[in-house]
């Protein structure tokens, strides 16, 4: 298990061996890990190996924090019915 906040992009690149299959435009898929920490835009290539679980980990990280938002509103919500019995 693990959490990484940002999102994983696909890029297609060339290699830049002439011979290669991406000089004819069959480009190479590559992912790149974009963070973004302090105003600052990060990007990390991930080596193909990695790409499920790099992927994995963001997904976690995803739903980690739409639960923590869906709790966030439940208390939201709580803190303005205990206010309206307050006043009633």
């Known amino acids: ?49 990695l790409e499920p679980t790099v992927r994995r980990w963001v997904e976690q990280d995803r739903e980690l924090r739409d639960l923590l938002e869906e709790i966030s509103g439940i208390h939201r919500e709580r803190v303005l019915d205990l206010k309206q019995r307050r006043k009633g």
């Not at 992912?31 to 190996?49: A, D, M, N, S, Y």
């Open 1 to 49: 298990a693990g959490l990484l906040h940002g999102y994983l992009s696909t890029r297609f690149q060339t290699c830049g061996k002439k011979a290669c299959r991406c000089a004819r435009g069959e480009k190479h898929q590559a992912f790149v890990l974009v963070i973004h920490e302090e105003g600052k835009t990060t990007q990390i290539p991930v080596p193909r190996h």
